[in-house]
């Protein structure tokens, strides 16, 4: 018959609009890299691609949620490191990142920096150790809660300075940015593709990038080895999912999309500008993702448990 696929596979996907998932706030760096891609992706798979935030517990509910929807291409999910880092968080997750998602590809893997309110006391990343040590009480660390990409650097700024500091939990780094700059929260670690405006305009201190290298855009912020904590060294990778039974050609269609977004120039620039760049095409697979994932809940659950975190 002319039933057509129930999960609109095939050759008629898409036949509707697609809704990538932000798992923090809009205007944050999930979203800002999520809204780069949508446009080019969606011209490509000759399909109108919105954006939907939703926010809470650092990622964990927007990720739920779209482990949950319809298997049809039509609900996909833009996630970072969170992925990798939330069961050893989470005690109850509602989902297992290799279990209950398609992997669609690999998109970029962004810096950090350690981003303070302008008038914050210490002038160096050592400045701040030295004086986070002798004001742990009173410090306040902002960050999108408990399994976003925030926290996890939050925890590893703590453990390499020995330190045990207030965090103060946001839906996403867009508006902990926001309060940081308005002066309510003292430091974060965050995003160089959610920081670099606001570094470069002034209305933040930068102490450093998390990164071995220094980070082109950003060329006279020192890395944290040169300003030495060498130990905090960490940068967000991003993947795109789709739920577990979503049908292959639509898996493979979406990875297609997501190539030849990240081949466009336009993207490149924006990325380039924000301290970032497209993965290489071979790591926006399916395969390539899988890996990735399963290296990093390995490498993270070992982290956080040294850390002497407990899944709450
Ligand atoms: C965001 O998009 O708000 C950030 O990715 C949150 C985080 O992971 O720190």
Same mark, same amino acid.
């Given at each position: ?41 969606? =011209?490509?798979? +000759?399909?109108?691609?919105?954006? %939907? ?5 650092? +990622? ?34 509602? /989902? *297992? ?12 893997? @962004? ?24 004001? =742990? ?20 700024? *703590? ?14 780094? +867009? ?8 002066? %309510? ?11 670099? +405006? %606001? ?7 930068? /102490? ?22 060498? *130990? ?46 497209? @993965? ?15 290296? %990093? ?16």
């Amino acid at each position: 018959g002319t039933g057509g696929t129930a999960s609109g596979g095939g050759g008629a996907y898409p036949d509707r609009t697609i809704t990538f998932v932000v798992p923090f706030s809009a205007g944050g760096p999930t979203d800002t890299v999520t809204r780069m891609i949508a446009e080019p992706m969606g =011209a490509k798979l +000759g399909g109108k691609i919105v954006v %939907q935030n939703v926010e809470g517990a650092g +990622g964990t509910v927007g990720a739920g949620e779209v482990a949950r929807a319809e298997p049809d291409g039509y609900t996909v999910l833009m996630h970072h490191i969170g992925m990798s880092t939330a069961p050893a968080l989470y005690q109850d997750l509602g /989902y *297992q990142p290799l279990e209950s998602f398609e992997m669609v590809g690999l998109v970029t893997e @962004v810096p950090m920096t350690v981003v303070a309110r302008k008038d914050f006391e210490p002038a160096t990343l050592q400045d701040l150790v030295t004086y986070v040590k002798a004001n =742990a009480s009173k410090v306040t660390l902002a960050n999108a809660g408990i399994g976003a990409a925030s926290h996890l650097c939050g925890l590893l700024f *703590q453990t390499a300075a020995g330190v045990k500091l207030q965090e103060v939990p946001y839906e996403g780094t +867009g508006p902990a940015l926001t309060d940081l700059v308005g002066g %309510q929260v003292d430091f974060m670690c965050d995003q160089t593709t959610n920081t670099s +405006g %606001q570094i470069s305009a002034k209305e933040v201190k930068v /102490y450093a990038v998390t990164t071995p290298e220094r980070v082109g855009s950003l060329p006279d912020v020192p890395t944290t080895a040169e300003a030495g904590l060498p *130990q905090l060294e960490v940068s967000v990778w991003h993947g795109l999912y789709a739920p577990k039974g979503t049908p292959p050609d639509v898996v493979s269609k979406l990875s297609e999309a997501l190539k030849t977004a990240l081949a466009d120039q336009k993207v490149i620039d924006q990325m380039a500008k924000l301290g970032t760049a497209p @993965v290489p095409a071979e790591d926006a697979t399916p395969e390539a993702h899988r890996t990735k994932l399963q290296e %990093q809940l390995g490498t993270w659950a070992k982290v956080i448990a040294d850390a002497g975190v407990k899944a709450g």
